[in-house]
């Protein structure tokens, strides 16, 4: 597990998020998953959890929700009242030293009743990295169902 002040580096369609390190996940190789083979539903697959399955869904760079297969890893989100993942193309625990993030409210109307989704930034060089807020990611994930 990683320190609080460590992020993880999630990539999503080619754009990069992170996500605190101390938000309690675990990582999963998209091996170890049972797949959606259905070209339906929300989910992309799920974690097989003794007599219950846990979805994982695959998001794009705007985080809408598609079907991509190119993704390699899924990375679930503890929460109440089940956990929740999310299909990633791509992950990385960053140096605690290498990361410093600014924190910001953004404009507008929440769009999960945990807040918005993003609670800072870090700017490195040229790129600019938003910082999910683990509360109010996993409430929007946990919003998507299986429709």
């Known amino acids: ?3 609080a002040n460590q992020y ?3 990539q999503l369609g080619g754009v990069s998020y992170l996500l605190p390190g101390g938000s309690g996940y675990t990582i999963e190789q ?3 998953l049972i797949t959606n083979k259905s070209p ?3 989910v992309a697959a ?3 959890l003794r007599s219950t399955r846990v979805p994982a869904y695959c998001l794009d760079a705007m985080l809408r929700v598609t079907r991509h297969r190119n993704w390699h890893r899924a990375v679930f989100l503890e929460a109440i009242p089940h956990a929740v993942g ?3 193309d791509e992950v990385q625990l960053l140096p605690r030293a290498d990361t410093i993030i600014t924190s910001f409210s953004p404009l507008g109307h929440p769009p999960t009743r945990q807040g918005h989704l993003f609670s800072g930034a870090w700017v490195t060089g040229n790129h600019l ?3 999910f807020n683990p509360k109010a990611i996993v409430a ?5 169902g299986d429709a």
């Open 86 to 88: 999310l299909a990633v």
């Open 46 to 48: 799920w974690q097989s």
């Open 8 to 10: 993880l580096r999630l």
């Open 129 to 131: 990295m938003l910082v």
């Open 1 to 3: 597990m990683a320190e």
């Open 40 to 42: 339906e539903g929300n």
């Open 30 to 32: 998209r091996e170890n």
């Open 140 to 144: 929007y994930l946990q919003s998507l």
